[in-house]
């Protein structure tokens, strides 16, 4: 991918992934945030989150071209088998699979630590977000009507659900994140996914 490489997000990032975010927040409706976070804030959220659920960013030159994060779904413990996902890109690098090459390796690795369900929430119509869930194998399952208001007009939401293997009748928990961080296979899925 000409020189970007992928990593795990550290607090470090926190800065550079507000930059991407914002104005996403402020311009549109991709996001139901009306408030972009500061990068003290994305930094706290890498903190805080990473131990349980893998973040991953794309440099190039040591500037952060997107990121990519799974994130808890819902509090209660039955769905601890489930995350929501996000992927967003700089404005001057979306159309050059940045998302892309994030957004197969966070899969691969969530396979991995042995969550069942990932879902993706998008703002509709968004052809360019739903041409790029299906082709990672995502199915619509929910269309919520007028469900968010924002920028002074209601927006619908797609809800789009990938399926990890099968399901037993006594899973073992996911593997927290923080037991994945510095392995060899995630470092050799990192490289691979930046062509390395």
């Not at 311009?27 to 990473?50: K, L, M, S």
């Not at 069942?116 to 199915?139: I, K, L, M, R, W």
Request: aromatic letters at 12%.
């Amino acid at each position: 991918m000409n020189g970007v490489t992928l990593s795990v997000a550290e607090p470090r990032h926190g800065d550079s992934i507000a930059a991407i975010y914002r104005p996403y927040v402020e311009t549109t409706a991709i996001t139901f945030e009306t408030e972009a976070p500061d990068g003290g804030t994305v930094a706290d959220q890498i903190r805080a989150r990473t131990d349980q659920y893998p973040w991953l960013v794309a440099e190039r030159d040591r500037r952060v071209l997107g990121y990519a994060f799974a994130s808890q779904l819902r509090t209660q413990a039955a769905y601890r088998w489930t995350v929501e996902l996000s992927v967003y890109v700089d404005r001057e690098w979306r159309g050059r699979e940045i998302g892309s090459a994030l957004y197969a390796p966070l899969l691969s690795i969530l396979d991995r630590q042995g969550f069942q369900s990932a879902y993706g929430v998008v703002t509709v119509p968004n052809p360019e977000s739903v041409g790029f869930h299906e082709s990672f194998g995502f199915d619509r399952i929910a269309l919520f009507s007028e469900v968010g208001y924002k920028l002074g007009e209601w927006h619908d939401v797609a809800w789009y659900e990938r399926t990890f293997g099968g399901r037993g009748d006594d899973p073992t928990a996911p593997v927290p994140f923080a037991d994945c961080k510095g392995t060899a296979w995630l470092s050799e899925l990192l490289a691979s996914a930046s062509g390395g």
